[in-house]
């Protein structure tokens, strides 16, 4: 076909004019409208900047192609700190959602709440509210707010009153109260308000005066101050909810947030960052530097390769090895022991997991040892009891599930196995912080089970149809794990274990424990640290004892910082604060960290 | 030409029509409705799903609850603007190399440029782009890693080209922010080339090589013309039309790869949207994305052909 | 085909370098995943725990247990590429020739259609021809969900219409020549005129097409299964053992690299096998 076309062309076109000198012309007359433009000087004509830096920017792009921004770009990056954060917020509204990537991109950024933890603890401090009393039948609490808070403002609103008990009651109501006008807003569910029955706890919020709140409890909860200090308890400015009334936008309330926190919500582009500049009349400690980035990078691999390349100042969820090749290339790596615990489940509604040996048996056929070595790099502790050792509720004397085999093998057999069976594995797709890899470590319990003669057929769906389908009790046994959001050791118990969150909660292993349940139940009224502790220690060998998970692991959550970064803390339980961070004048270029990950290394690491 | 065009719109009538067909099925995948629609049976629900297509109803993402067609158009800048620059780099390096090896025909550096260009097309580009990355991201430093531009750049979104919006910026740094898009482009770009390159390259190759043999310019050698203004004067002209034409396939290449390259370099266009989609199952912004890139491919295409016959009437085919 | 031209066509195969050089490639990797299971020195799946991210042997820190190294689950990186080639071989296989015979069956059929029903089919074919096939792949697979046996069904479904297209141009190309014409004229029915007469000239443009589906095929599953959509982990294919290897990238490259180079080896091997057997094949390109 091409010799066709070729050989039908006319000996006319010999002589048709060739196109180069015309270009050159083109470039003549751009050259010299861009050197017009520049001695004008004439700012506003936007043709004429966008003329004027065009021609710059090729210039310096097309001889600038490998070479770094120059230094009048980097002495901007003082003000600049860049967190990879590992995905997309669901909302700007802490009240509408419960991931923690929704958590760490509002509630410590934009908004504030009544009482906050301590920096990197799990004490509870004054935030808005100066100090409260909790009467003694614990069915009350009576806040004192703090006076000359300002709302942040943005093109749609200029506060004109700072924070006061009003702003407390809509943020509550909106979410307690369905006549509320904002309850239906955004989807009228509040996740963590019903899943922690807050609904029924709370019977009355009342406001005393312009500073000061009470809210009435229908019964005494331990936790409840603690509940107060998590996202979802994020104040909300109610005046901003009436002027978005007014101009029939309520629904930016959630996408275009007003709070008091330390930073002020500046621009999302869905996907890839969030922009937040420091809000200049917070009334805590101001941040020390100016803009904030959120990176939203979900890929770990390449959040990583992000941060090595010196992109990113603060990378959230490394794997575990990233901790190590991080640590040889001496950035900081933080670290602390989590509120958290991955386990496996099994579901007791179905055989053979309706017997409490087979359920004992599997767990001892599993090598968690090596699980810790292999899926979290050491990164993390082997979990005796379903709440980690750094809780004070923790049980110190509960037995450790040993790795044996041939146990297992001998239970399988009482219990009438001899010839083994199947079952299935349901393996979470995503990282979490309580477990990088939930496949390989599906994969290597496989290959544990088959030892013992079961056959484990590894299950996985995406992560939003997999948590349905678990909650609908679809599966066999999957691997999962929980983040508290709290420091009471409640947050474990209820709504992982108890016979309510096995109907509709996160209890996976459907397990309902009569005697169990009792004991936490009676742990969260009474206010007697002693006595709470006493009912825990009893719980967790009863949960030891029936074994409806295999406990396996409490990981670090852990960081990756940049040296430039100054006094970060890492809290246990919310994974980002920039509370007092500031960032050194100096730039360190990062090194890269093309470091080969050895064996040897591997084997003295531990 | 009249009759010719309106069979090229019936063409891109019955191949909307297929589309809408695949991506219909695709909303059917999605837990409720993608719309409300009135009737009970397929074939209605069908013609109905149509009419919310031609509103740009294009449905709401399961997910973020965002609306379909804003949130592709959204990411769609960003892959345009990847896609352009590696079309830029392909036709560039491709002719070049292309018009070198036709001109040292049967010569080493002939067959060594056919290799490598034969090594490029069998490239797996998505491990061609992680060795990239590897080498000059994170071993020489040369580049950055991923993302569109530095965040020490505060751009506010116009246009979603970052080239356009560097450059309309009101800020002062508006040079080397456009400086710094393009550095962050470079990677990305040379990745997603590499094929397309490649096919240019052999294209050219070939049919320079064929236009040489033609007897018109014997003639003009005949004549005394120098090689070089044959080559670049009459040949080229001549050989660029099978190389237009042979750009319809291309875009299909160039779309396959820019999926890839986009997700290996966290490029914040349709190509990681979609994947993001299909990894969350969002059936609502699946069918959007896949309906709104075939559209964009068949468009292509159909622009392709009205200028390659408007280029050479003796292209518009009788059939 | 004659045997004189079959002849031919094998000299200048012969002669021709680069295809020679893909030819002792391409044998290679078949007898690899042929002989794959007996040399390969471990289970593909087994897991050496203590030997996690082990580099290949040429590496200072490499063992000789692990001739390429281990990936980070302590599984020996040689033995899964390996049993990753047979994988991949045998799947491609199965898609190309189940999508050639579907294809090609297609094609044949619209021989006997009507003008009209002929050009609508062919225009379907034009469309699905035009889509970028990764993006019909990840539709398909988003309808029927990720997995192995999703991800063969897509690629097949995306090969066909390339089957169609070039069996259907071969025979009108074929039946509007002067000997069919002649046939016709004679009274031989259309299928008789199909075997007899235009299937023997339409073999080699089908090969060719053939050995370009393969690279086209490898490739694609590869492609899914580095976008976790094709197959699933602990499977050892090579796309996925590349996409397992990402978060290793900076300081275990060979987890990446290796399987890498024997994608690209092989696709290049077999695209060095087509254009031989198109120069030595295809009459119309005969000097």
């Known amino acids: 076909m091409l010799s066709m076309l070729t050989a039908r062309n006319s000996a006319r076109r010999l002589l048709s004019l060739t196109p180069w000198p015309k270009l050159v012309n083109k470039n003549n007359r751009l050259m010299s409208l861009s050197r017009a433009s520049r001695i004008s000087s004439i700012r506003r004509l936007p043709l004429k900047r966008v003329l004027q830096n065009l021609s710059y920017g090729l210039g310096f792009g097309l001889l600038c192609w490998a070479c770094q921004p120059d230094d009048n770009s980097s002495s901007q990056q003082n003000d600049l700190l860049v967190y990879c954060s590992e995905g997309s917020p669901d909302s700007f509204n802490p009240q509408l959602v419960t991931s923690g990537t929704s958590f760490d991109a509002t509630a410590r950024t934009v908004y504030s709440q009544l009482v906050t933890y301590a920096s990197g603890s799990t004490t509870i401090e004054p935030a808005l509210a100066e100090s409260w009393i909790i009467s003694d039948d614990g069915l009350s609490y009576r806040f004192k707010l703090r006076n000359h808070v300002e709302f942040h403002g943005n093109n749609h609103f200029t506060p004109t009153r700072s924070f006061n008990a009003d702003d407390v ?17 955004g989807g009228g569910r509040y996740p963590y308000f019903s899943s922690q029955s807050l609904d029924s706890l709370i019977t009355d919020i009342r406001k005393i005066s312009e500073y000061e709140v009470e809210f009435v409890l229908s019964r005494p909860e331990s936790p409840f101050l603690s509940m107060l200090a998590t996202p979802f308890a994020s104040i909300l400015s109610a005046e901003y909810a009436s002027q978005l009334n007014r101009i029939k936008q309520p629904e930016w309330i959630d996408s275009q947030p007003i709070g008091t926190g330390p930073f002020r919500f500046k621009r999302y582009q869905a996907d890839a960052f969030i922009r937040f500049e420091r809000f200049d009349n917070y009334f805590g400690r101001k941040p020390r530097f100016k803009d904030l980035v959120y990176s939203i990078t979900p890929d770990a691999a390449m959040r990583f390769a992000r941060f090595s390349a010196g992109e990113c100042d603060i990378m959230s969820y490394p794997l575990p090895v990233h901790l190590r090749i991080a640590a040889q290339n001496n950035f900081q790596v933080l670290q602390v022991p989590g509120l958290n615990v991955a386990y496996w489940a099994f579901n007791v509604e179905k055989p053979p997991f309706h017997d409490v040996k087979v359920r004992q048996a599997l767990s001892m056929a599993i090598n968690r040892e090596a699980i810790l070595k292999a899926v979290y790099d050491k990164q993390a502790l082997l979990a005796t009891n379903p709440i980690p050792p750094s809780s004070w509720a923790f049980n110190p004397n509960t037995p450790t599930t040993r790795y044996n085999p041939q146990i297992a093998k001998q239970l399988l057999s009482e219990a009438g196995y001899n010839n083994g069976f199947s079952i299935d594995i349901w393996a979470m797709p995503v990282q979490r912080a309580y477990n990088p890899n939930a496949r390989k470590m599906a994969q290597m319990m496989q290959q544990d089970l088959k030892a013992i003669g079961v056959d484990a057929r590894i299950i996985s769906y995406e992560w939003g149809s997999f948590l349905s389908r678990v909650a609908q009790g679809q599966h066999h046994s999957v691997l999962l794990g929980w983040n508290a959001d709290n420091g009471d050791p409640n947050n474990f118990f209820t709504p992982l274990l108890s016979c309510a969150s ?105 | ?79 345009i603007e990847l896609i352009s620059f590696a079309i830029l780099f392909a036709l560039l390096f491709g002719l070049g190399l292309g018009i070198w090896a036709a001109s040292k025909r049967g010569k080493w550096i002939d067959q060594f440029l056919m290799t490598t260009t034969l090594v490029g097309y069998s490239m797996p580009i998505f491990w061609w782009g992680m060795l990239l990355v590897l080498l000059f991201s994170l071993t020489l430093g040369w580049t950055p890693v991923a993302g569109r531009i530095d965040y020490i750049y505060d751009i506010q979104p116009v246009t979603g080209f970052m080239l356009i919006d560097t450059l309309i910026t009101q800020h002062s740094y508006g040079m080397s922010a456009f400086a710094n898009a393009l550095h962050h482009l470079l990677l990305p770009a040379i990745t997603l080339s590499t094929i397309p390159m490649a096919i240019i390259a052999r294209m050219t190759r070939s049919s320079l090589l064929s236009v040489l043999k033609a007897e018109y310019i014997r003639t003009a050698r005949s004549k005394g013309l120098n090689w070089q203004r044959i080559i670049w004067i009459h040949a080229l002209r001549n050989a660029f039309q099978p190389i237009l034409t042979i750009s319809g396939v291309q875009i299909s290449i160039i779309m396959t790869g820019v999926i890839l390259t986009e997700y290996i370099f966290a490029w914040p266009g349709v190509g990681k949207w979609l994947l993001e989609a299909v990894s969350r199952r969002d059936y609502a912004s699946i069918q959007g994305g896949v ?23 003796r292209l518009r085919r009788p059939s | 085909m004659t045997s004189q031209s079959l002849k031919l066509a094998l000299n200048v195969y012969s002669h021709n370098r680069s295809a020679m050089f893909g030819t002792i490639v391409l044998a290679i990797v078949i007898l690899m995943a042929l002989i794959g299971p007996w040399i390969a020195p471990h289970d593909p799946a087994q897991q050496f725990s203590d030997d996690i991210l082990t580099p290949p ?72 021809l035009s889509l970028p096939s990764l993006l019909l792949a990840i539709a398909i697979v988003a309808v029927i969900g990720p997995g192995l046996p999703n991800a063969i069904y897509a690629v097949i479904i995306v090969l066909i219409p390339q ?99 024997a994608i690209f080896l092989t696709v290049l091997s077999i695209n060095l096998v087509g254009d031989g057997l198109r120069d030595a094949l295809d009459p119309r390109l005969n000097r």
Not at chain 1, 172 to 179: M, P
Not at chain 3, 95 to 107: E, R, S, T
């Open chain 2, 291 to 313: 309906l709104a890139l075939s559209f964009f491919v068949v468009i292509f295409n159909l622009g392709l052909d009205l200028l390659a016959s408007y280029i050479n009437p």
């Open chain 3, 163 to 261: 089957f169609v297209r070039v069996t259907q141009s071969a025979i009108s190309e074929e039946l509007s020549k002067d000997y069919v014409m002649a046939a016709k004229l004679d009274g031989a029915n259309r299928t008789r005129l199909l075997f007899n007469h235009v299937w023997p000239n339409i073999v080699p443009a089908i090969i060719v097409q053939l050995t370009f589906s393969f690279s086209t095929a490898l490739l694609d599953i590869a492609a899914l299964g580095f976008l976790g959509l094709g197959a699933q982990p602990p499977m050892a294919e090579w796309g996925t053992m590349l996409s397992e290897s990402r978060a290793f990238i900076q300081f275990a490259p060979w987890t990446m690299t290796l399987p890498g180079l």
């Open chain 2, 1 to 79: 030409m009249a009759k010719a065009l309106f069979k090229q719109l019936m063409t891109l009538l019955v191949s909307l029509l297929g589309l809408t067909v695949l991506t219909f099925a695709l909303s059917q995948q999605t837990s409720t409705p993608l719309h409300p629609y009135q009737s009970s049976n397929l074939f209605g629900q069908y013609f109905e799903y149509i009419g919310y297509l031609l509103q740009g109803e294009w449905g709401v993402s399961s997910i973020h609850k965002r609306d379909v067609l804003s949130d592709f158009l959204h990411h769609f800048p960003a892959t």
């Open chain 3, 57 to 128: 042997l040429w590496h200072s820190a490499g063992d000789f247990k692990y001739f390429l190294g281990t990936d980070d689950l302590g599984r020996d990186l040689l033995s899964r590429i390996l049993f990753g080639a047979r994988l991949s071989l045998k799947l491609t296989l199965i898609v190309v020739f189940i999508a050639a015979l579907i294809g090609i069956l297609l094609g044949a059929l619209t021989a006997f259609l009507s003008a009209t029903v002929r050009s609508l089919v062919m225009r379907m074919m034009d469309l699905l």
């Open chain 1, 169 to 185: 009651l809509f943020s509550f109501n909106r979410q307690r109260l369905v006549q509320h006008p904002y309850h239906a807003v």
């Open chain 1, 502 to 606: 096995a109907d509709n909660g996160n209890n996976y292993a459907n397990w309902c424990h009569p005697e169990f349940d009792q004991l936490i139940l009676k742990a969260r009224q009474i206010s007697d640290n002693q006595q709470r502790t006493q009912h825990y220690h009893q719980a967790q060998l009863i949960a030891k004892q029936q074994a409806p998970w295999l406990t396996i692991a409490h990981a670090n959550s852990s960081l990756l910082v940049q040296n430039r970064v100054k006094n970060l803390k890492i809290s246990p339980v919310a994974n980002i604060n920039f509370d007092g961070v500031s960032l050194s004048k100096k730039i360190t270029k990062p090194q890269t960290a093309h470091q080969t990950y050895s064996a040897d290394n591997a084997r003295t690491a531990h």
